[in-house]
């Protein structure tokens, strides 16, 4: 990973950032029943999270983002984070896994201690990267009527 670099994306970013996930995004219409929320985040609904206080931060190739996420201000020393996505051209080369365990570094330094996060019992793949990442399954919740899936909610303690 020495040729990939963590940081925090600026309001300039922002455009590439949702391009990335759209792009990531996207091809998980064909395995859900539902279209991913993911899709909704736009240049403007990324604008009024980093204006809210949240952090995006990116896992960048070449000079371009190629994986993202999204944390949330933490309340009571629990972070959310949300957008987990890597570029499709991109995958399976573990910088999904780098990037969380650099925020997850980066937050332990902010104070936090709890990290949550979600994803859909569809998506069994995400839920055994996060499982293999040190998270637990605190809660399944089903999705509104007429929906066949679960939102399986997941935590992780930070060590100090």
């Given at each position: ?82 957008r987990v996505c890597t570029h ?73």
């Open positions: 990973m020495s040729d990939t670099a963590f940081r925090l994306a600026g309001w300039d970013d922002l455009s590439a950032v949702c391009l990335l996930i759209q792009q990531a995004f996207h091809p998980l219409q064909q395995r859900l029943p539902s279209r991913p929320t993911a899709l909704d985040e736009t240049v403007a609904s990324l604008t009024g999270h980093l204006a809210s206080g949240s952090q995006i931060f990116v896992a960048e190739r070449q000079g371009l983002p190629v994986a993202c996420l999204l944390v949330l201000p933490p309340d009571a020393g629990c972070a959310e984070v949300k499709p051209d991109w995958q399976g080369r573990g910088l999904g896994s780098a990037l969380l365990s650099h925020v997850e570094d980066q937050l332990l330094g902010q104070g936090v201690r709890t990290v949550r996060l979600s994803t859909r019992r569809r998506l069994p793949d995400n839920l055994r990267f996060y499982l293999r990442l040190g998270y637990t399954e605190d809660d399944r919740q089903p999705y509104p009527a007429d929906i066949d899936d679960e939102r399986i909610t997941l935590s992780k303690a930070l060590a100090a």
